[in-house]
Structures are given as C-alpha cells and as structure tokens.
T-cell receptor
Framework: GIQVEQSPPDLILQEGANSTLRCNFS?????LQWFHQNPWGQLINLFY???GTKQNGRLSATTVATERYSLLYISSSQTTDSGVYFC?????????????FGKGTHLIIQP | DAGVTQSPTHLIKTRGQQVTLRCSPI?????VSWYQQVLGQGPQFIFQ???????GRGNFPDRFSARQFPNYSSELNVNALLLGDSALYLC????????????FGQGTRLTVV
C-alpha cells in the first residue's frame, strides 16, 4: 500500500512564527487532505488538495502531485494552532481503501 | 447544517464483550467510512460503505463488522473485545466515497478493561 511520511514529527515555535509542514507519499493519489486534530480528538478539515495551491487565511497548502509531496504553511502562528496536523491520501487505483494517514506533526505554539 | 455525528462519545467495556458504535453522515452524503486511532498514531482505515454496500475493508480481524442503513447511517460492531481495541473510533462521511472530501465526526473513545 501507499506510504505517507510527515515531517517534522514535532515542532515547537513561539507565537507569531511561521512554519512549514511536509507530507511525502510513495505513489500517485486522487485525494489528499490536511487535518488539524484538536485536543478532544476531532479532525478538523483544513484543505482538500490533491494538486495545486490553496489558501485560507493564515494557512495555505501546495501539492506537487508529480513529485509526490504536499506542504502546509502556517503564518503568524497563534497558540490555538497547537495540536497534531495530519496529512491523509487516497491512492489512485487503490480501490475503496480509504484514506492512509501519516503519523502527524505535533505542533506546539508557545506564548 | 449538522455535521457528522457519532454516539456514544465515550464507552467503557470489559474484555470479551461486544460493542456497537453509531454514525450519522452529513445530509446528502452517501458514503461512510470507519477508522481506528490508537494513542500516538494516525487513524487507520477499517471499512468503507457506499450505498449500503461494503466497498472496502482494511486489515482488521473478522471481529470487526459494520453495516449501512437505507438512511445512510452506519454501525460498527466489535465482538470479543480485547484490551488492544481501546482506541478512538472515527467515522467519516463523504459524498461518493472515493476521490471526494471526507469529513469526520468527533469520535467515540472506547476503553476496554
């Protein structure tokens, strides 16, 4: 099956800093999503981005499908951005195998 | 608009017991998927249902089963519970299943003692 690697595994930043989270995947995909998991376990949708670039406020994401990676940018970090960020992909031609998640990036924003 | 709703939110069961978890998808969505998330890991795919039929199954034992009802809601059943089944169980709703954006419920936290 498809492999998903996220980096870095942990990231500690001061409030106001910018950050870049990376997701590498091993095969072609027809779905790629970024999620933020809050302390209560809820997965919050950030982007549905199998290819191209999208922006939503302080967050933006870029997926380069031909090179099999995606980047999530967080600018002017706030303490509420803390949590775990997951990249999840659906392999092209993989049948109904659902989303394959990476292990996540644990982000801590300090005041 | 209501999002994906799951019940119950928390559950404590004893080893060997059986458990049923429930999920209602977003109105208009026809596909429901189930995931298991153990502490410190990303969610793992268990099942996908579309139009009341199983379309995909992850690498989980036969103790895990699910079904989807005519109103597109779904149940996940786990028999003969093991301590290792303790996890957050997440339900995802999507329009068609494959290649469409998935939206997750708040999850059911199952503890097996």
């Amino acid at each position: 099956g498809i492999q998903v690697e996220q980096s870095p595994p942990d990231l500690i930043l001061q409030e106001g800093a910018n950050s870049t989270l990376r997701c590498n995947f091993s095969d072609s995909v027809n779905n790629l999503q970024w999620f933020h998991q809050n302390p209560w376990g809820q997965l919050i949708n950030l982007f549905y981005i199998p290819s191209g670039t999208k922006q939503n406020g302080r967050l933006s994401a870029t997926t380069v499908a031909t090179e099999r990676y995606s980047l999530l940018y967080i600018s002017s970090s706030q303490t509420t951005d803390s949590g775990v960020y997951f990249c999840a992909v659906e392999e092209t031609g993989g049948g109904a195998d659902g989303l394959t998640f990476g292990k996540g990036t644990h982000l801590i924003i300090q005041p | 608009d209501a999002g994906v709703t799951q019940s119950p939110t928390h559950l404590i069961k004893t080893r060997g017991q059986q458990v049923t978890l429930r999920c209602s998808p977003i109105s208009g969505h026809k596909s429901v998927s189930w995931y298991q998330q153990v502490l410190g890991q990303g969610p793992q795919f268990i099942f996908q249902y579309y139009e009341k039929e199983e379309r995909g199954r992850g690498n989980f034992p036969d103790r895990f089963s699910a079904r989807q009802f005519p109103n597109y809601s779904s149940e996940l059943n786990v028999n003969a519970l093991l301590l290792g089944d303790s996890a957050l169980y997440l339900c995802a709703s999507s329009l068609y299943g494959q290649s469409t954006e998935a939206f997750f419920g708040q999850g059911t936290r199952l503890t097996v003692v």
